[in-house]
C-alpha cells in the first residue's frame, strides 16, 4: 500500500521564477492538503482540495496555486517566487474530510530560492 | 482564534525511560480533533496518535498516550520506554471545524526531543 509520495525531493530556483510541485495521495484517499514549512517553525496550511475543487484556503497570497485532477493526484503552483517562498511544502492526504480524519503526510519537496 | 502552544522548545530523556511533551489549544469549538506526528531529520511528518474532543478516554498507540484534560485544553504526549528512534521534532495539531469546515490542521511550533544512551 503506497503511501504519499511527492516529486521533487529537491528543488533550486531563482527570484521571480515559477515552480510546480506534484503529490500522489494515499491508496485510497480522495483530498490533498498542502502546507509550508519555514525552517524551525511549523506547517502552515496553504489549501485543501477536494473533489477537484479548493475547499478552504490559508494566508497566502494568490501567487500560490493548485490543482487537482480527476485520479487525486494534486499540484502547487507558486508563480513569482520570492526568497521567503524557501521552505518544505508538504503534501497531505485523506480520505473526505469527516472530524477526525487522519491527514497522512509525504515526505515533502524542499524548495531553496536564490 | 484557535492556537496550538508547545512551550518546550528541546526536552531530552534517557533511553528507555519515559517523558512527556507538553501541548496546550485554544479555541471557542465544542467540536474538534487533536493530533501528534513525529518529524525525523528527513522531514517526513508521521502521524503518531489521535483523540477527539467527545472521547472520554485518553487516546494510546502502542508507547504512545495523548493525556487529554479538556477543561485545562491540555493534550500532552507520553512517550513511554524511550528509544534512541525517538529523537526527532514533535508537533501537536488541532483540526476543525474551523468555519464551517474540517479542513486544515494547525500546529504548535513543535518540540525537539533528544534521547540519549
Known amino acids: 500500500d503506497a503511501g504519499v509520495t511527492q516529486s521533487p525531493t529537491h528543488l533550486i530556483k531563482t527570484r521571480g521564477q515559477q515552480v510546480t510541485l506534484r503529490c500522489s495521495p494515499k491508496s485510497g484517499h480522495d483530498t490533498v492538503s498542502w502546507y509550508q514549512q519555514a525552517l524551525g517553525q511549523g506547517p502552515q496550511f496553504i489549501f485543501q482540495y477536494y473533489e477537484e475543487e479548493e475547499r478552504q484556503r490559508g494566508n497566502f497570497p494568490d501567487r500560490f496555486s493548485g490543482h487537482q485532477f480527476p485520479n487525486y493526484s494534486s499540484e502547487l503552483n507558486v508563480n513569482a517566487l520570492l526568497l521567503g517562498d524557501s521552505a518544505l511544502y508538504l503534501c497531505?492526504?485523506?480520505?473526505?474530510?469527516?472530524?477526525?480524519?487522519?491527514?497522512?503526510f509525504g515526505p515533502g519537496t524542499r524548495l531553496l530560492v536564490l | 482564534a484557535q492556537k496550538i502552544t508547545q512551550t518546550q522548545p528541546g526536552m531530552f530523556v534517557q533511553e528507555k525511560e519515559a517523558v512527556t511533551l507538553d501541548c496546550t489549544y485554544d479555541?471557542?469549538?465544542?467540536?474538534?480533533?487533536l493530533f501528534w506526528y513525529k518529524q525525523p531529520s528527513s522531514g517526513e511528518m508521521i502521524f503518531l496518535i489521535y483523540?477527539?474532543?467527545?472521547?472520554?478516554q485518553n487516546a494510546t498507540e502502542g508507547r504512545y498516550s495523548l493525556n487529554f484534560q479538556k477543561a485545562r485544553k491540555s493534550a500532552n504526549l507520553v512517550i513511554s520506554a524511550s528509544q534512541l528512534g525517538d529523537s526527532a521534532m514533535y508537533f501537536c495539531?488541532?483540526?476543525?471545524?474551523?468555519?464551517?469546515?474540517?479542513?486544515?490542521?494547525?500546529f504548535g511550533a513543535g518540540t525537539r526531543l533528544a534521547v540519549h544512551p
Open positions: 495539531a488541532m483540526r476543525g471545524p474551523f468555519r464551517g469546515g474540517y479542513n486544515k490542521l494547525i
Open positions: 479555541t471557542s469549538d465544542q467540536s474538534y480533533g
Open positions: 497531505a492526504s485523506s480520505f473526505r474530510d469527516t472530524q477526525g480524519e487522519t491527514q497522512y
Open positions: 483523540q477527539g474532543s467527545y472521547d472520554e
